[in-house]
């Protein structure tokens, strides 16, 4: 599997991760995710740009203000990725201990 940078950029940052966690439970708008964050409503707005760049929104018009959902194709990849890595890195840190403790009963 191809690890998509972009996409991990974009979900690195804890306040992204926060905003996803939020519009997971539920949507929302920036003015309604700038309450529940400590940041400004137009510093919000800059990261669901960021966020809908990579595919992790969907945005809708609804009146004056845009509403945004996470596109569940998109975290899905995203949750396979993050798999992908955790199942190679148990895979290397498997082989880690296996090499540690066969020098440690070379040495007994």
């Given at each position: 599997?191809?690890?998509?940078?972009?996409?991990?950029?974009?979900?690195?940052?804890?306040?992204?991760?926060?905003?996803?966690?939020?519009?997971?439970?539920?949507?929302?708008?920036?003015t309604s995710l700038a309450v529940e964050l400590?940041?400004?409503?137009?510093?919000?707005?800059?990261?669901?740009?960021?966020?809908?760049?990579?595919?992790?929104?969907?945005?809708?018009?609804?009146?004056?203000?845009?509403?945004?959902?996470?596109?569940?194709?998109?975290?899905?990849?995203?949750?396979?990725?993050?798999?992908?890595?955790?199942?190679?890195?148990?895979?290397?840190?498997?082989?880690?201990?296996?090499?540690?403790?066969?020098?440690?009963?070379?040495?007994?």
């Amino acid at each position: 599997m191809t690890i998509d940078d972009d996409l991990w950029s974009a979900i690195g940052d804890p306040t992204r991760r926060r905003m996803l966690d939020l519009l997971l439970a539920g949507g929302g708008t920036a003015t309604s995710l700038a309450v529940e964050l400590p940041v400004t409503r137009q510093a919000v707005a800059k990261h669901l740009a960021v966020l809908d760049r990579a595919g992790l929104v969907t945005v809708a018009e609804v009146g004056r203000e845009k509403r945004y959902d996470v596109d569940d194709a998109q975290f899905a990849k995203a949750v396979a990725q993050l798999a992908a890595v955790g199942s190679a890195w148990d895979a290397r840190l498997s082989r880690i201990k296996r090499i540690a403790e066969s020098l440690q009963k070379e040495r007994e």
